[in-house]
């Protein structure tokens, strides 16, 4: 026994030895792109990250109409975690970005209440607050591949239309029950303050739930592409029913049937008729990483990393297939797992260099599991721009690229 302990003794510092040389002799190495040492920056009023990271939002534009269809997307290839930081949040809206003054704008909620009431910006704030982390995602995310699968292969580009974010601001239940709701009221019209007057019906069921009035995005004050200063938050649905620049609420008897629940934002099916009101957005995941774009550098292992998310509930489970779905293996979801929120999921890949077809698919804890685009199709039909959750599948060739799987 004390023989076995001297050779393990020996054995655990020459390790420790050898270790030492190895960080002193990278230590005694300075790097070849060092260079001389120089004193670094002073501190600044606001932090910017650094010069070498330049991961933007993809910005897309319709010329003829460059306010109507505005829009950025989130690179979800290059952020971490869950948290989308404030300055990569997605950006949609239809009238451009009102510039607002919060020391003079105003919430007023009126209509079927027993007491009309108009808040200032200060006056909400000092109401008791919460906090939530909540992904948000327009329903139009996704939207060209409907149609035999976008021209694009970055996952940006097809899907960065979601983003995920920690919320703060009050409950709005809390202010309707100070305006005194009356009986009959069942829905709530939500107005912007932008050029358009963007406006939604939310039931008063949703309301009551877990719907906010927010102020506050990722630790400071809402910026203006998100809704400065006050945005309506109604977690798990479709991004253009969180209305931003709010400035009023209508209580209401039924839904008042506007431009952007009519005409727009209804699902297309295949007998002619629309679907209106779909407003839950249906458990997704991507692999973010590799994805479309990238190039395996050989075979060997490979980190499968990406998001899921669910507008029902919390997700359950993710698994990744390599044979386009004829077979599955679950992946790792990397904690925090929250409701409503993105979660992130990780696998180990050992590639042996042959065609591939890497994707993932989610299940939420109500049971539901993310479908391949065609039983999406057979159901919903290719006639729709929204509400599109379908499988997506990433091709990878022999010589390790990746593109759009989807593709007909």
């Given at each position: 026994m004390q023989a076995d302990h001297t050779r393990s003794r020996r054995w655990f510092l020459g390790l420790g030895a050898m270790w030492s040389a190895a960080i002193v002799a990278c230590r005694s190495k300075t790097p070849p792109s060092a260079g001389p040492r120089v004193l670094g920056s002073p501190?600044?009023?606001?932090?910017?990250?650094?010069?070498?990271?330049?991961?933007?939002?993809?910005?897309?534009?319709?010329?003829?109409?460059p306010l109507e269809e505005a829009a950025s997307f989130t690179p979800l290839h290059d952020t971490y975690g869950i948290i989308t930081p404030s300055s990569l949040h997605f950006e949609r809206h239809h009238a451009g970005v009102p510039e607002i003054d919060s020391t003079i704008h105003t919430l007023t909620i009126h209509g079927l209440v027993d007491r009309p009431l108009e808040f200032t910006v200060d006056e909400l704030k000092r109401l008791p607050s919460r906090?939530?982390?909540?992904?948000?995602?327009?329903?139009?995310?996704?939207?060209?591949?409907?149609?035999?699968?976008?021209?694009?292969?970055?996952?940006?580009?097809?899907h960065g239309l979601t983003s995920c974010?920690?919320?703060?601001?009050?409950?709005?239940s809390m202010l309707l029950r100070e305006c005194a709701v009356q009986p009959r009221a069942t829905w709530v019209l939500a107005e912007g303050a932008d050029a358009c007057k963007l406006t939604r019906s939310i039931p008063m069921k949703k309301a009551l739930d877990d719907a906010m009035i927010v102020y506050a995005q990722n630790g400071e004050p809402l910026r203006p592409e998100q809704g400065y200063p006050l945005r309506l938050l109604v977690p798990g649905w479709e991004g253009n029913a969180?209305?931003?620049?709010?400035?009023?609420?209508?209580?209401?008897?039924?839904?008042?049937?506007?431009?952007?629940?009519?005409?727009?934002?209804?699902?297309?099916?295949?007998d002619g008729t629309a679907r209106q009101?779909?407003?839950?957005?249906?458990?997704?995941?991507?692999?973010?990483?590799?994805?479309?774009?990238?190039?395996l550098p050989g075979p060997g292992i490979h980190e499968v990393s990406g998001i899921a998310w669910s507008g029902r509930g919390t997700i359950a489970r993710v698994e990744i297939t390599v044979d386009g779905g004829a077979t599955w293996t679950p992946?790792?979801?990397?904690?925090?797992?929250?409701?409503?929120?993105?979660?992130?999921?990780?696998?180990?890949?050992?590639?042996?260099?042959?065609?591939?077809?890497?994707?993932?698919?989610?299940?939420?804890?109500?049971?539901y599991t993310q479908p391949p685009l065609a039983e999406l199709i057979k159901i919903r039909g290719a006639n729709s721009n929204y509400h599109n959750n379908a499988i997506q599948v990433w091709k990878v060739a022999a010589d390790g690229k990746l593109t759009n799987g989807n593709r007909a």
């Open positions: 501190v600044s009023p606001y932090g910017s990250r650094s010069s070498f990271e330049k991961a933007t939002r993809y910005f897309d534009q319709n010329t003829k109409v906090s939530r982390i909540h992904f948000l995602e327009c329903s139009g995310n996704g939207r060209g591949e409907w149609n035999g699968g976008s021209t694009e292969s970055q996952v940006q580009r097809i974010s920690e919320w703060t601001g009050v409950p709005l969180n209305v931003k620049w709010l400035r009023r609420l209508k209580v209401l008897d039924q839904a008042a049937m506007t431009r952007e629940e009519t005409s727009k934002y209804t699902d297309l099916m295949p009101f779909t407003f839950d957005m249906e458990p997704k995941s991507l692999i973010t990483r590799p994805s479309g774009g990238d190039t992946a790792e979801l990397q904690m925090p797992v929250l409701p409503i929120a993105h979660t992130r999921f990780r696998w180990s890949w050992k590639w042996d260099g042959r065609e591939a077809r890497l994707a993932s698919r989610c299940t939420d804890d109500t049971g």
